[in-house]
């Protein structure tokens, strides 16, 4: 399977010499294992070499990927690792229990097992929930719980009373017990496959080995215990090899980050459905009536057995559906959230429409009023001129009226169409703008924590508030599609009357240095051109992203609007020309 370098923790050379390890050393093992003849022996070559050979490497690969683990997920890889370390010392316990005659090594056989178990579904557990989105690990666990109290029950009805009847119970109790772990860790590890979305990795398909391959060498070494460990050793052996390798191979295939998860789906698409859970439990009870019906003559405390664990099963199903019921209320209610935070958004998004038309139209009649300004005050300087014809001087005073009302007209126009607020800051027009582009980039998707901080003082010309609102919108379409960031911030200001903009995200940024221009970019540059200014972007693998431009000179704030000025006191030099 295909893995990228920089995607993992280990580095490529030791995760190859650990692939090289597992494939000569299966082998190996198997081999010496067929000259076993004791179950002392047995034990020997089962802990020692197929699982020690494994194991210990392990806790050293561990140590390293546990330091370098995303995290989120740090916290989770502990308890994998305390997990693994418990499994080891139980291992050494046992061969401690050989060299001494089983006289004192095992009798915290029982509460080690469950402990290295549940440490290790926990482990699981934990990722699968940061993996889960908005879900409600609840529901998870009572699903888990119904599935694997369905798949283990029919285990105690067919083979209880020969696991511990055994003579070597010693041995078949705690593999017993594992194989309860093992049935669970099959349950949590498909989980995260299905949680994980698709493009399954090498993690992923280690893990759910474990659980698989590890459920089915559990079930041999029960047999191998009921028959006196007279069962052929290098097939069991080499069961327990592959099993056990895996968990060397996890740490070396640890992922450097998580795949998002359902986190990157919408509330509506997390609503969950009922098939793996309830098939899973479904058929465990199907296999548990039917071992019932096999075996209820000869053991009649089984059918009081399968009434319990169907009680359970009922009591469990019910539970479950109270939770899913929440979980999806709560699901809905954030959807509903995100659609009034929309329609708000969008009457805002209206209103600053309607300002930049007023404003649009504004500029287009100041030119007009002024022109009409002009006319009048030339129309009123020829008033009554000496030597002209009454009617020349009627005609002059009926131009000059015309013109003035039309000036009052366009100014009255003009002040109508006029933004409320003439004085209105940068920050008021920036703001609205950018958060509902950012919302209808992310739609009902999680979205990471917006920061717009825009200065009080800043006001600027159209033309470089929407060069801004260009770069922006670029900048969050390029954090929506490759970043996966929790935290993007934009900061526009001024210094020595140029406009700053920088927008800078926490996501997995890349190598700027190596990467090739994006067409995002050419865009942001292009766009910051028209106002002669400059875009640079700043980012590094694992470092977040920041686009800095500086666009040109601010524009000033609108200038009242002209009004016409009184008649000069001087005649200006005009005659009327008449054939």
């Known amino acids: 399977m295909r893995e990228e370098t920089d995607d993992l923790v280990i580095f490529p050379t030791l995760r190859r010499l650990g692939v090289a390890w597992v494939i000569v050393s299966v082998p190996v093992i198997t081999l010496l294992s067929g000259s076993v003849r004791s179950p002392g022996g047995y034990v020997f070559v089962l802990v020692y070499l197929a699982c020690g050979a494994y194991t210990t490497p392990a806790l050293v690969a561990g140590v390293y990927a546990l330091h370098h683990s995303p995290d989120e997920a740090r916290a989770a890889y502990r308890v994998l690792y305390a997990g693994l370390v418990l499994m080891w010392s139980i291992g050494v316990g046992m061969l401690v229990g050989v060299g001494t005659g089983w006289t004192w090594a095992n009798v915290a056989g029982l509460p080690a097992v469950a402990a290295s178990g549940a440490l290790q579904i926990l482990g699981v557990a934990m990722i699968v929930r940061t993996r889960s989105g908005k879900r409600a690990m609840s529901v998870d666990v009572v699903e888990a719980v119904a599935a694997v109290v369905a798949l283990f029950a029919p285990v105690i009805v067919l083979w209880g009373p020969s696991i511990y009847r055994a003579e070597h119970a010693w041995f078949t109790v705690p593999a017993t017990l594992t194989l309860f772990f093992t049935f669970a860790g099959i349950y949590w590890t498909a989980l995260l496959c299905v949680r994980l979305g698709p493009g399954r990795r090498t993690f992923e398909a280690c893990a759910l080995g ?12 029960i047999a191998q215990g009921v028959s006196g460990f007279t069962l052929p050793a290098p097939p069991l052996i080499l069961v327990n090899a592959l099993a056990v390798s895996m968990y060397f191979l996890i740490p070396l295939y640890a992922p450097a980050l998580l795949p998002p998860g359902l986190g990157r789906l919408p509330p509506q698409d997390q609503v969950r ?20 019906a096999a075996v209820a003559g000869e053991r009649p405390w089984t059918v009081a057995f399968s009434l319990g664990v169907a009680s359970v099963l009922f009591v469990l199903a019910a539970l479950r559906q109270w939770v899913a019921t929440a979980e999806t209320r709560r699901l809905y209610r954030q959807v509903e959230v995100a659609s009034e935070e929309r329609g708000r958004l969008l009457a805002q998004m209206l209103e600053r429409s309607v300002d930049d038309r007023r404003r649009f139209a504004r500029q287009l009649h100041e030119q007009a009023v002024s022109a009409a300004a002009s006319f009048a005050t030339l129309a009123g300087a020829g008033y009554a001129p000496t030597g002209f014809s009454p009617l020349v001087t009627e005609a002059s005073a009926l131009v000059r009226g015309e013109l003035g009302r039309h000036a009052d007209s366009l100014r009255d126009l003009m002040m109508a169409i006029r933004p409320r607020d003439s004085a209105r800051q940068a920050q008021a027009r920036l703001v609205t703008p950018i958060a509902a582009h950012f919302a209808s980039v992310y739609g009902d998707g999680p979205s990471p924590e917006l920061t717009v901080d825009v200065a009080e003082d800043l006001v600027l010309d159209w033309v470089t508030e929407t060069v801004v609102l260009q770069i922006v919108h670029e900048a969050l379409h390029n954090v929506w599609r490759h970043s996966n960031a929790t935290a993007v911030d934009i900061v526009v200001s001024h210094v020595d009357g140029t406009v700053t903009l920088r927008v800078s995200d926490d996501g997995v940024g890349f190598d700027a240095d190596t990467m090739p221009e994006a067409p995002g970019l050419a865009s942001m540059r292009s766009s910051a051109t028209v106002v002669g200014g400059t875009v640079a972007i700043t980012s590094r693998a694992g470092e977040g992203t920041v686009i800095d431009a500086r666009l040109g000179d601010l524009g000033g704030p609108w200038p009242d609007p002209p009004r016409p000025t009184p008649p000069p006191t001087r005649t200006p030099a005009l005659r009327l020309v008449t054939r």
């Open 210 to 221: 474990i659980a698989v391959i590890g459920s089915v060498n559990v079930a041999l070494q």
């Open 273 to 292: 459905g009922t098939r793996m859970g309830t098939a899973v439990t479904l058929a465990g009870l199907a296999v548990l009536l039917a071992a019932t």
